[in-house]
T-cell receptor
Framework: AQKITQTQPGMFVQEKEAVTLDCTYD???????LFWYKQPSSGEMIFLIY??????QNATEGRYSLNFQKARKSANLVISASQLGDSAMYFC????????????FGTGTRLLVSP | SQTIHQWPATLVQPVGSPLSLECTVE??????LYWYRQAAGRGLQLLFY??????ISSEVPQNLSASRPQDRQFILSSKKLLLSDSGFYLC??????????FGPGTRLTVT
């Protein structure tokens, strides 16, 4: 069965610094996708970035990049040049590409960006 | 562009009362639809998903049910709410193979 582990319940970073949010996953499938979502205090889940298991290059979307290390089964989110608006919960999720493509979420990391 | 709506935004209901939460998607056809629940300070738990009208799959046995009467409408219901049903309910959609997009959510408090 799929499992996502986020070991950092909370992280603190100063504005303009970079921060890495950890995510490890467990699956027996060869084909899968990894996602990061941001949940601000309003509650809405905002899609940030996607990495496919066969993608050779790390995904990047603006200030977000995904550090994908397949052998270690890790998919860490790197936020460069943190902004106050980055303060939120961040969830890592995985989807197997075979069968019905449901998402399995980790427990999340709360990021607080200070001025 | 596609948008997803949920209502109501907040709801306070007594134990034993019925529940109906609605989700609608605009700007796409034949989406996959999902209901998730998030307990306070926790991750998301998938409750139901649907790949088409009238096609509902349940992930977690409980006193909740879901229906999809129209292509872009997904309804979460209960005949009798329990205290444990309190939480934040999120509806999501996607097209097969793509990322899921979430609605604004409904915060349910069962008293």
């Amino acid at each position: 069965a799929q499992k996502i582990t986020q070991t950092q319940p909370g992280m603190f970073v100063q504005e303009k610094e970079a921060v890495t949010l950890d995510c490890t996953y467990d699956t027996s499938d060869q084909s899968y996708g990894l996602f990061w979502y941001k949940q601000p205090s309003s509650g809405e889940m905002i899609f940030l970035i996607y990495q496919g298991s066969y993608d050779e290059q790390n995904a990047t979307e603006g200030r977000y990049s995904l550090n994908f290390q397949k052998a270690r089964k890790s998919a860490n989110l790197v936020i460069s040049a943190s902004q106050l608006g980055d303060s939120a919960m961040y969830f890592c999720a995985m989807r197997e590409t075979a069968g019905f493509q449901k998402l399995v979420f980790g427990t999340g990391t709360r990021l607080l960006v200070s001025p | 562009s596609q948008t997803i709506h949920q209502w109501p935004a907040t709801l306070v209901q007594p134990v034993g009362s019925p529940l109906s939460l609605e989700c609608t998607v605009e700007g796409t056809s034949n989406p996959n639809l999902y209901w998730y629940r998030q307990a306070a300070g926790r991750g998301l738990q998938l409750l139901f998903y649907s790949v088409g009208i009238g096609q509902i799959s349940s992930e977690v046995p409980q006193n909740l049910s879901a229906s999809r009467p129209q292509d872009r409408q997904f309804i979460l219901s209960s005949k009798k709410l329990l205290l444990s049903d309190s939480g934040f309910y999120l509806c999501a959609w996607n097209l097969q193979g793509y990322e899921q997009y979430f609605g604004p959510g409904t915060r349910l408090t069962v008293t």
